[in-house]
């Protein structure tokens, strides 16, 4: 039927894509930014999708960086998120040290709001985020981390930031909190404003080099285990977390539209097949059959994108 062939490309569609997401609230405030919609779609050309073994598709990020960046207003509201957690799946390339998250001023001279890794050196480095007041001529750090270093080997990284504290979870378990050394109350976003993936522009040299799966920056500084499973983790789960998958250029409002219980099962197995009835033969019970089936629904079960949960979406059956 004509309603089967655009269910079986949304299919297609959304097999092994890295992250896509922008979410919104009831009252259309971006409340969710994923990776795809930071770097842009299509993404530039220097950075390459690869599947990566361990973690499925990811971006790869060279010596070239991720092009000029986005105009960040475009994304994110005019006043940043005061409160926010910033979700990374990254794999480093190396031990030096390379931006993973920035938004700098137009003149890209100084990283607004960012997350940065140090290099590394004795086993350690730094997850450092950056917060520079309006007027400053120089990068600041607002906070900063310390860990292992992280150079050849996937790790899920998170930074909340609630208030004046913030809180680093490596692999989905809190390991160290601080108080900022400055408040990111009311920052401003300029108009002109940049936003980049695995750089900072003009503003900051060090960009990273390595591999991304996942990248989410939220306006909710909660961080739990439940955002940090994979989708073969999640398979036996049915329910939706109160999000959706929206595809770039239409972002998808979040309550009442997707959130909380399912609108149905899984899509059900399809029935075991018959020999079909002979020509212009039929009885009143099949016409009836026939008559159901064509004004029925079902919903089709989009499996979940790694980091993304699923949405029920009902299609009229063919």
Same mark, same amino acid.
């Given at each position: 039927?004509? !309603?089967?062939?655009?269910?079986?490309?949304?299919?297609?569609?959304?097999?092994?894509?890295?992250?896509?997401?922008?979410?919104?609230?009831?009252?259309?405030?971006?409340?969710?930014?994923?990776?795809?919609?930071?770097?842009?779609?299509?993404?530039?050309?220097?950075?390459?999708?690869?599947?990566?073994?361990?973690?499925?598709?990811?971006?790869?990020?060279?010596?070239?960086?991720?092009?000029?960046?986005?105009?960040?207003?475009?994304?994110?509201?005019?006043?940043?998120?005061?409160?926010?957690?910033?979700?990374?799946?990254?794999?480093?390339?190396?031990?030096?040290?390379?931006?993973?998250?920035?938004?700098?001023?137009?003149?890209?001279?100084?990283?607004?709001?960012?997350?940065?890794?140090?290099?590394?050196?004795?086993?350690?480095?730094?997850?450092?985020?950056?917060?520079?007041?309006?007027?400053? !001529?120089?990068?600041?750090?607002?906070?900063?981390?310390?860990?292992?270093?992280?150079?050849?080997?996937?790790?899920?990284?998170?930074?909340?930031? #609630?208030?004046?504290?913030?809180?680093?979870?490596? @692999?989905?378990?809190?390991?160290? /909190?601080?108080?900022?050394?400055?408040?990111?109350?009311?920052?401003?976003?300029?108009?002109?404003?940049?936003?980049?993936?695995?750089?900072? /522009?003009?503003?900051?040299?060090?960009?990273?080099?390595?591999?991304?799966?996942?990248?989410?920056? *939220?306006? @909710?500084? *909660?961080?739990?285990?439940?955002?940090?499973?994979?989708?073969?983790?999640? #398979?036996? @789960? @049915?329910?939706?977390?109160?999000?959706?998958?929206?595809?770039?250029?239409?972002?998808?409002?979040?309550?009442?539209?997707?959130?909380?219980?399912?609108?149905?099962?899984?899509?059900?197995?399809?029935?075991?097949?018959?020999?079909?009835?002979?020509?212009?033969?039929? !009885?009143?019970? #099949?016409?009836?059959?026939?008559?159901?089936?064509?004004?029925?629904?079902?919903?089709?079960?989009?499996?979940?994108?790694?980091?993304?949960?699923?949405?029920?979406?009902?299609? *009229?059956? !063919?």
């Amino acid at each position: 039927g004509a !309603t089967g062939a655009p269910r079986a490309g949304l299919r297609r569609s959304l097999a092994g894509e890295v992250l896509t997401a922008v979410f919104l609230s009831a009252d259309g405030e971006v409340v969710e930014v994923g990776l795809q919609q930071l770097l842009g779609e299509p993404p530039p050309w220097q950075v390459a999708v690869v599947h990566d073994p361990a973690v499925g598709p990811a971006y790869e990020f060279g010596e070239d960086g991720s092009g000029g960046g986005q105009a960040a207003r475009s994304l994110l509201p005019s006043t940043f998120f005061q409160d926010f957690s910033l979700l990374v799946r990254v794999r480093p390339a190396s031990a030096r040290a390379g931006v993973l998250f920035a938004v700098t001023d137009p003149a890209q001279a100084v990283v607004s709001v960012g997350v940065k890794l140090t290099a590394a050196r004795g086993g350690r480095q730094h997850l450092q985020l950056l917060y520079t007041e309006p007027g400053a !001529t120089d990068t600041r750090s607002a906070a900063s981390f310390q860990l292992p270093a992280l150079d050849g080997r996937w790790t899920r990284l998170a930074l909340s930031v #609630d208030g004046a504290y913030a809180r680093l979870f490596v @692999d989905c378990k809190e390991v160290q /909190g601080q108080p900022l050394a400055h408040s990111l109350h009311d920052l401003q976003l300029e108009p002109d404003a940049r936003l980049f993936v695995a750089q900072a /522009g003009g503003a900051d040299p060090e960009k990273f080099q390595g591999l991304i799966s996942e990248l989410r920056l *939220r306006r @909710d500084p *909660r961080v739990s285990p439940r955002q940090c499973q994979d989708e073969d983790e999640d #398979d036996d @789960d @049915d329910g939706v977390s109160g999000h959706c998958l929206a595809r770039a250029g239409a972002p998808l409002l979040l309550p009442p539209l997707c959130s909380g219980t399912p609108l149905g099962p899984r899509l059900p197995e399809a029935p075991p097949v018959t020999s079909p009835p002979l020509a212009g033969v039929g !009885t009143e019970e #099949d016409l009836r059959t026939e008559e159901v089936e064509e004004s029925t629904t079902v919903p089709l079960f989009i499996p979940r994108v790694r980091g993304v949960c699923a949405c029920y979406i009902c299609h *009229r059956a !063919t």
